[in-house]
């Protein structure tokens, strides 16, 4: 596992691209973290729409950059709307990101997340581990939706972890990002590993949903870089996160506060953040 410094250079252009061209990315999301979505793709510097009636989602995505599918809080309905969403999605060559919450919790999950992956077309896959040790037939130790301790990813581990992930991006012919502690952005034959961001980010609800936003948000530029965009999304959330903390650390501030600069530092970070903060390792199988 080598420190990886070139890479730096194309998140830098992933960003500079998406706030250019301020890509239409539509998500079809839970309703516990929808208006989250719906702002950090904002602070990001694309557009969110969030539709999700059956009657209107094949025009809204035929419109749209990229497509960002949370099966977070399921409903008959939803799930319909969702492979229509995704199927117009692969017919326009539309990226499609898919938030895999909370499987290997449930029956329900397991076989929504089976049948998308088997019917769609997808760009990025965007979960914690435990839930990317899940869709991988792995044991996993999920706790509901969020990870269990077991599944943690460090530097230590990291090398074993990405190869679960690196495997499951191969066999589902797409990127796969393992979100936590440490990161893993893996398509076959390699990972990039991100040892960014803070605890407290487990502490507000909804920053993975908010990590699998911006990951469509940087897929709608349009470059064609699924790895290198997923990549750049989870290294400006993490980034974020580390200047959040910071922030709060320095009064008598809790995670109210700290979600609120979690907004503003996606919003406003740089290539400076980005040359100087990120810390990102490369394996390749």
Same mark, same amino acid.
């Given at each position: ?62 419109? /749209? ?165 997923? /990549?750049? /999304? ?5 980034? /974020? ?45």
């Amino acid at each position: 596992m080598l420190k990886c410094e070139a890479v730096k250079d194309q998140i830098i252009d992933v960003i500079r691209t998406v706030r250019a061209k301020k890509p239409l990315v539509e998500c079809l999301t839970n309703y516990v973290t929808i208006g989250d979505c719906a702002n950090i793709v904002l602070a990001a510097g694309a557009s969110p729409i969030m539709a999700e009636d059956r009657r209107e989602i094949e025009e809204i995505v035929s419109v /749209a950059d990229a497509l960002v599918l949370n099966i977070g809080t399921l409903q008959p309905e939803i799930i319909e709307t969702m492979v229509l969403a995704g199927k117009k999605a692969n017919a326009l060559g539309i990226p499609v990101v898919l938030d895999p919450v909370g499987v290997g919790a449930t029956k329900l999950r397991n076989d929504t997340a089976q049948m998308l992956t088997d019917t769609l077309g997808l760009t990025v896959i965007r979960g914690n581990m435990s839930e990317i040790r899940a869709l991988a037939g792995f044991a996993s130790a999920t706790k509901g939706v969020d990870a269990g301790a077991n599944d943690a990813v460090t530097l230590g581990n990291a090398e074993t972890s990405a190869k679960i992930v690196c495997d499951l991006a191969g066999k589902l012919n797409c990127c796969v990002a393992a979100t936590g502690a440490v990161d893993i952005i893996a398509c076959t034959g390699k990972a990039y590993i991100i040892n960014n961001g803070h605890t407290m980010m487990a502490d507000v609800t909804g920053t993975g949903c908010m990590c699998s936003s911006v990951v469509g948000a940087y897929c709608g530029g349009g470059l064609n870089k699924p790895t290198i965009e997923a /990549a750049a /999304a989870v290294l400006t959330m993490c980034l /974020a996160g580390e200047k959040a903390y910071e922030y709060v650390a320095n009064g008598e501030k809790g995670i109210g506060t700290f979600r609120e600069k979690l907004f503003d530092y996606v919003y406003t970070i740089s290539e400076k953040d980005i040359m100087e903060r990120g810390e990102i390792y490369e394996i390749s199988y």
